[in-house]
């Protein structure tokens, strides 16, 4: 007597599934037969799997940042490069002036300007970004009246360039200075501020959700930065100061680039 055959269990793994909602999913798999039969005797096999939005976004990380000051009049502030440039990469500066009746009066081939705060006489506060090429020089040059000033470049990898219009806020003197809320529309924004206050030596603090990329003088000024995980309302950025000075900023989020 021959022993009966068992028929060769398959599993169907081609089947495709459309229009799953972004989030986790169950699915019960069975073994069947060549003839389409399942073995009802058979435990079913459990297969979990995270679905996700097309066109995601990826990671803006700080990798590097520079700062120069000049403590004694010129009309040409120079900024170095930051470590590590490499082509892609997005660069935000910031620039502080020793305010009255002097003003910026260029800026480096390439950069666009995000942000000009000139409302009180002292300080004014400057934003521009630009993304890195093969071949940047070793540093940027902005023209001023002559006057003493400092700035400071970030470098990030991972962005595209400003997600929204940046916002931007000045004030008397005071020992706080708020900038109002930008509307991020891409999820993993990194949220950049500039803040400048009347003052070689008054220390800033942060807001709150942002960490100090940076803190210079001769107009004492912080590049401040943090990530929104969700697209949105930022909510205003609060800077604190040490002693109550006159005071400018700015705030932009950048775009994570698509992956």
Request: net charge positive.
């Amino acid at each position: 007597m021959q022993p009966r055959r068992r028929a060769a269990r398959r599993l169907h793994l081609a089947q495709n599934y459309t229009g799953l909602a972004v989030g986790s999913h169950t699915f019960n798999v069975w073994a069947t037969d060549s003839a389409g039969n399942t073995d009802a005797t058979a435990a079913a096999q459990t297969w979990n799997v995270t679905t996700s939005a097309p066109g995601g976004t990826g990671t803006i990380v700080r990798e590097s940042v520079s700062q120069a000051t000049n403590t004694t009049s010129s009309s040409t502030l120079t900024i170095p490069k930051p470590a590590n440039t490499a082509p892609g990469d997005v660069l935000v500066s910031c620039v502080a002036l020793n305010g009255g009746s002097i003003s910026l009066t260029g800026a480096p081939a390439g950069w666009t300007r995000i942000a000009s705060v000139t409302s009180v006489a002292n300080p004014k506060v400057y934003g521009y970004y630009k993304v890195a090429t093969a071949s940047e020089p070793t540093g940027y040059s902005w023209t001023t009246t002559s006057t003493t000033s400092g700035g400071a470049i970030a470098r990030y990898s991972g962005a595209s360039g400003p997600d929204a219009t940046a916002t931007t806020a000045a004030g008397g003197a005071a020992s706080s200075g708020t900038v109002p809320s930008v509307t991020t529309t891409t999820a993993n924004a990194m949220l950049v501020g500039c803040m400048s206050v009347n003052s070689s030596s008054v220390t800033l603090n942060s807001p709150a959700g942002m960490v100090q990329a940076v803190e210079a003088g001769a107009r004492r000024f912080e590049v401040a930065d943090g990530v929104q995980a969700a697209a949105g309302a930022s909510g205003a950025k609060t800077w604190s100061f040490s002693s109550a000075r006159e005071w400018a900023g700015w705030l932009v989020p950048l775009r994570p680039k698509a992956q």
